[in-house]
């Protein structure tokens, strides 16, 4: 018997304490291994982290990738929550500077946040983790959005890059078409 999904009631509030959200992400990065186990697919493996990232936690408001799509530029989705942004360039917003600096952004405040993009005012903080290639080449960012201020901390950034890792190795397939 497959087990049930984590779904966490989506109340917005930050109810968990550093036990308690350590052993959600031990039991959601479970679930991650065990679904992509197999899967070559980028895309379908970037989808199926974010629907079980998004609905394992109460305090996640947006939960999405932003693609690599050029030299400097970042296209959404896949991603839950509402509307995002479409296109970032490097360097613009959280998003773009955790792309441009290759490294983990984490945001307490987004408003104090200079060049802050709102892509939905609701968002009170952010954390952005660069997702990279067997190769080591940036090929997007991880982006969660919360409409709690400072809701983000070490153990959601530990816990992140360690999931995003998962995705090494993993390459988009060829689309086939019929003529």
């Not at 899967?39 to 693609?67: I, K, Q, S």
Request: with cysteine; glycine share 8%.
């Amino acid at each position: 018997m497959a087990e049930l999904t984590l779904v966490a009631d989506k109340t917005g509030e930050l109810r968990m304490d550093a036990a308690a959200k350590e052993e959600r992400y031990a039991e959601v990065r479970a679930q991650i291994e065990a679904a992509l186990e197999g899967e070559r697919d980028l895309l379908a493996c970037m989808t199926t982290v974010v629907c079980l990232l998004h609905n394992a936690f109460p305090y996640y408001f947006w939960t999405g990738f932003y693609r690599r799509v050029g030299a400097a530029e970042l296209l959404v989705g896949p991603y839950q929550g509402t509307m995002g942004c479409l296109s970032i360039a490097f360097g613009r917003g959280v998003c773009g500077a955790a792309a441009r600096d290759r490294a983990t952004v984490l945001v307490e405040d987004v408003d104090a946040f200079p060049g802050h993009i709102a892509c939905d005012s609701a968002s009170a903080s952010e954390i952005v983790v660069p997702v990279f290639d067997a190769a080591g080449e940036l090929i997007g960012v991880l982006d969660v959005d919360s409409t709690i201020p400072a809701a983000f901390d070490a153990v959601d950034q530990e816990h992140l890059e360690a999931i995003v890792a998962l995705l090494r190795g993993r390459e988009p397939l060829p689309i086939y078409r019929t003529a």
